[in-house]
């Protein structure tokens, strides 16, 4: 879980479920992608571990985006977001 700004947690979502798609594929082509994008060798490979039993009946949607009060100071909007 992330708490952040509600305008970032829509931004994130779209990468990770990309990462999480690419996770599920598993195959060589896929695995440099998400090199290219991620630079930790070893949580690829973790992702690349996890992905595949954790979403393989998913068809999507692996986020989840929670909002939450408004933060003070500024009176933005905040949001929680999370792995389904």
């Known amino acids: 879980r992330i708490k952040t700004t509600l305008v970032r947690a829509k931004a994130v979502r779209k990468h990770v479920d ?4 690419l996770g ?3 195959d060589l082509h896929a695995r440099r992608q998400a090199l290219g994008w991620v630079y930790d060798k070893d949580l690829v490979h973790s992702l690349f571990e ?3 039993e954790r979403y393989g009946e998913r068809n999507g949607g692996y986020t989840r985006v929670l909002r ?3 933060r003070q100071g500024d009176n933005a909007k905040m949001a929680v ?3 389904v």
Do not use: D, F, Q, V
Not at 18 to 21: C, F, Q, R, Y
């Open 18 to 21: 990309h990462m999480i798609e």
């Open 68 to 70: 939450t009060m408004p």
């Open 24 to 26: 599920k594929r598993g």
């Open 81 to 83: 977001i999370e792995l």
């Open 50 to 52: 996890a992905a595949p």
